[in-house]
């Protein structure tokens, strides 16, 4: 008998897919009979990359990592015809980690005269940051200027008042990581 499509499925029924966690995907074809399951993410087969394995109906992860998020599909095979699964989305996350913030400047700080840039980077999936100083939230306006999606603190001109800790926060929906304290090291 022809095939009908089966259902591709995921083991994991959480709303995300944490790197390094252990997945499978299922091909359910039902009772019918099939002879080869084959997996594709992105339209190209999958089961001979580590770190995957192809168990005739299932696919494991072992484990799942940021560079198997993709698009998945199935298919199968008898001597009559081959049929197609849905698409199934997957997106692995990673955590927040190494948060660094670098400066522009390295040696004393003039207040009132000098600006000095602070850029923030962390490692993860869809990360937002944020910036502090001695605790309270900078969120941009006056001599604080906030750019590219957060990443970038530009304190314009100076002040005295910026001798305490600059922090930058990044997170994401699995944790959030601070920085190390920034200081500036304000002449006068």
Same mark, same amino acid.
């Given at each position: 008998?022809?095939?009908?499509?089966?259902?591709?499925?995921?083991?994991?029924?959480?709303?995300?897919?944490?790197?390094?966690?252990? /997945?499978? +995907?299922? &091909?359910? *074809?039902?009772?019918? #009979? =099939?002879?080869?399951?084959?997996?594709?993410r992105d339209e190209k087969t999958i089961c001979s990359e580590p770190p995957v394995t192809c168990r005739g109906r299932y696919?494991?992860?072992?484990?799942?990592?940021?560079?198997?998020?993709?698009?998945?599909?199935?298919?199968?095979?008898?001597?009559?015809?081959?049929?197609?699964?849905?698409?199934?989305?997957?997106?692995?996350?990673?955590?927040?980690s190494d948060v660094v913030v670098t400066s522009n400047v390295s040696g004393l700080v003039w207040p009132g005269i000098d600006? /000095?840039? +602070?850029? &923030?980077? *962390?490692?993860?999936? #869809? =990360?937002?940051?944020?910036?502090?100083?001695?605790?309270?939230?900078?969120?941009?306006?006056?001599?604080?200027?906030?750019?590219?999606?957060n990443t970038r603190l530009v304190i314009s001109p100076v002040s005295s008042d910026d001798s305490g800790s600059f922090i930058?926060?990044?997170?994401?929906?699995?944790?959030?990581?601070?920085?190390?304290?920034?200081?500036?090291?304000?002449?006068?």
């Amino acid at each position: 008998a022809a095939l009908l499509p089966p259902v591709l499925r995921s083991n994991d029924t959480s709303a995300l897919l944490i790197d390094g966690s252990y /997945v499978t +995907l299922d &091909c359910d *074809a039902g009772s019918q #009979d =099939v002879t080869s399951y084959t997996f594709y993410r992105d339209e190209k087969t999958i089961c001979s990359e580590p770190p995957v394995t192809c168990r005739g109906r299932y696919l494991d992860f072992t484990p799942i990592t940021e560079k198997d998020s993709g698009s998945y599909t199935c298919s199968i095979q008898n001597p009559v015809s081959t049929s197609t699964s849905n698409s199934l989305s997957l997106i692995v996350y990673v955590a927040v980690s190494d948060v660094v913030v670098t400066s522009n400047v390295s040696g004393l700080v003039w207040p009132g005269i000098d600006s /000095v840039s +602070l850029r &923030c980077s *962390a490692r993860g999936t #869809d =990360v937002s940051y944020s910036w502090s100083l001695q605790g309270v939230p900078i969120s941009g306006g006056g001599r604080f200027h906030v750019t590219e999606n957060n990443t970038r603190l530009v304190i314009s001109p100076v002040s005295s008042d910026d001798s305490g800790s600059f922090i930058c926060t990044a997170r994401n929906l699995l944790n959030s990581q601070n920085s190390s304290d920034v200081r500036l090291s304000l002449a006068g």
